[in-house]
T-cell receptor
Framework: DAGVTQSPTHLIKTRGQQVTLRCSPKSGHDTVSWYQQALGQGPQFIFQYYEEEERQRGNFPDRFSGHQFPNYSSELNVNALLLGDSALYLC?????????????FGPGTRLTVL | GQQVMQIPQYQHVQEGEDFTTYCNSSTTLSNIQWYKQRPGGHPVFLIQLVKSGEVKKQKRLTFQFGEAKKNSSLHITATQTTDVGTYFCAGPDSGYSTLTFGKGTMLLVSP
């Protein structure tokens, strides 16, 4: 049973470019959440997708957008990259049962913006 | 919004010494979760505490949830080098299964 997978593992972009990160949830999970983890910080919630819709959003600008597909996989898109977007982007999957369900994290995508 | 604070930010111990990290939330939590992140890795779920005053043990790790459900602690007895990593507590935001994480406590264990 595969856990949460993410691609790519590492990515280097320059300011102003756009990036797409991908996530496949753990088998049986229907909810995908995205987090940004800057160096030395805890993960910060970006948004959550359920039933192919953005269900909840954290304090991130509209440059951050996402999508969930019918197979529950998800993408995170970031437009007009800034140096401050350099971080580890974590995808977490869960089953929708209520607040605080255990989140299973993927290995993350390390994004570097030059 | 909800804030989760952890102390200390960093602790360096000798192998065999005990270690404790503390977590405080600005709001009452329905539950609290603990995660461990090894250097270069991703957060891995350790445990979830739900009940007021709950205490759970996992081998050398002891987790407590405060009576007011606003604070929690993780205590490691007789640390080992395999305990190295950053320990995060996280509380759910109201409504859905999203989490607010503390900044974590980085534990370094010297042999």
């Amino acid at each position: 049973d595969a856990g949460v997978t993410q691609s790519p593992t590492h990515l280097i972009k320059t300011r102003g470019q756009q990036v797409t990160l991908r996530c496949s949830p753990k088998s049986g999970h229907d909810t995908v959440s995205w987090y940004q983890q800057a160096l030395g910080q805890g993960p910060q919630f970006i948004f959550q997708y359920y039933e192919e819709e953005e269900r909840q959003r954290g304090n991130f600008p509209d440059r951050f957008s996402g999508h969930q597909f019918p197979n529950y996989s998800s993408e995170l898109n970031v437009n007009a990259l800034l140096l401050g977007d350099s971080a580890l982007y974590l995808c977490a999957s869960s089953q929708t049962r209520g607040a605080g369900d255990t989140q299973y994290f993927g290995p993350g995508t390390r994004l570097t913006v030059l | 919004g909800q804030q989760v604070m952890q102390i200390p930010q960093y602790q360096h111990v000798q192998e065999g010494e005990d270690f404790t990290t503390y977590c405080n939330s600005s709001t009452t939590l329905s539950n609290i979760q603990w995660y461990k992140q090894r250097p270069g890795g991703h957060p891995v779920f350790l445990i979830q505490l739900v009940k007021s005053g709950e205490v759970k043990k996992q081998k050398r790790l002891t987790f407590q949830f405060g009576e007011a459900k606003k604070n929690s602690s993780l205590h490691i007895t007789a640390t080992q080098t395999t305990d190295v990593g950053t320990y995060f507590c996280a509380g759910p935001d109201s409504g859905y299964s999203t989490l607010t994480f503390g900044k974590g406590t980085m534990l370094l264990v010297s042999p």
